[in-house]
């Protein structure tokens, strides 16, 4: 089961870039369909469509309370969009080992993610890197975000029972408050 310990917090290899590092179970194949494929996606991210070309447009719409088993309420400053969504393009595809697209939450200002996989043996290290995140406060959030959905992604690969959402955002986002510089 994945826990929150110093190794796993996000580096900040510059002032608008967040990267994380993860081992996971594989083979690659399986890490890759949980990135790309919307059902599977949608177990630790959001689910939507993702037309799989340099150019195609990327859907996503989440449903952080219903990741985990455990019911809990979603807090009172994330309840007016119960559900939401986001669209962007993908703008680097290089299958099972690379995925960039556009990432747009309503903001004119767009940023960057990519997921790179590299095989380790039967694992796979996954390399998440959020660029161009320009205010601090969408640091922080995208922090607590991709920790959280990153360790529910662990946990649905080996198979351990998936952590509250919710629960575990609200203290990571506590934790990079401090982390992140002002």
Same mark, same amino acid.
């Given at each position: 089961? !994945?826990?929150v310990?110093?190794?796993t917090?996000?580096?900040?290899?510059e002032?608008?870039?967040?990267?994380?590092?993860?081992?996971l179970?594989?083979?690659i194949?399986?890490?890759?369909?949980?990135?790309?494929?919307?059902?599977?996606?949608?177990?630790?991210?959001a689910?939507?469509?993702m037309?799989?070309?340099?150019g195609?447009?990327?859907?996503?719409?989440?449903?952080?309370?219903e990741?985990?088993a455990?019911? /809990? /309420?979603?807090?009172?400053?994330?309840?007016?969009?119960?559900?939401p969504?986001?669209?962007?393009?993908?703008?680097?595809?290089e299958?099972?080992?690379?995925?960039?697209?556009?990432? !747009? $939450?309503? !903001?004119? $200002?767009?940023? /960057?993610?990519?997921? $790179?996989?590299?095989?380790?043996?039967d694992?796979?290290?996954l390399?998440?890197?959020?660029?161009?995140?320009?205010d601090?406060?969408?640091?922080? $959030?995208a922090a607590?975000?991709?920790?959280?959905h990153?360790?529910?992604?662990?946990n649905?690969? !080996?198979?351990?029972?998936?952590?509250?959402?919710?629960?575990?955002?609200e203290?990571?986002?506590? /934790?990079?408050?401090q982390?992140?510089?002002?």
């Amino acid at each position: 089961m !994945s826990t929150v310990t110093d190794t796993t917090f996000a580096t900040t290899p510059e002032a608008t870039t967040l990267r994380f590092v993860r081992t996971l179970p594989g083979p690659i194949e399986r890490v890759w369909a949980y990135l790309t494929e919307s059902g599977k996606r949608g177990k630790w991210l959001a689910s939507g469509d993702m037309d799989l070309r340099v150019g195609g447009d990327v859907r996503l719409q989440w449903h952080n309370d219903e990741l985990s088993a455990v019911p /809990e /309420e979603t807090p009172e400053r994330y309840r007016g969009d119960k559900h939401p969504s986001m669209r962007g393009h993908i703008t680097r595809l290089e299958p099972m080992r690379l995925l960039a697209y556009t990432w !747009s $939450e309503g !903001s004119e $200002e767009e940023s /960057e993610v990519t997921f $790179e996989l590299t095989p380790r043996g039967d694992e796979v290290e996954l390399v998440l890197t959020h660029q161009r995140l320009a205010d601090r406060t969408n640091r922080v $959030e995208a922090a607590g975000g991709w920790h959280t959905h990153l360790a529910i992604l662990e946990n649905v690969l !080996s198979g351990a029972p998936v952590i509250p959402f919710w629960a575990t955002f609200e203290k990571l986002q506590q /934790e990079y408050e401090q982390r992140i510089s002002r």
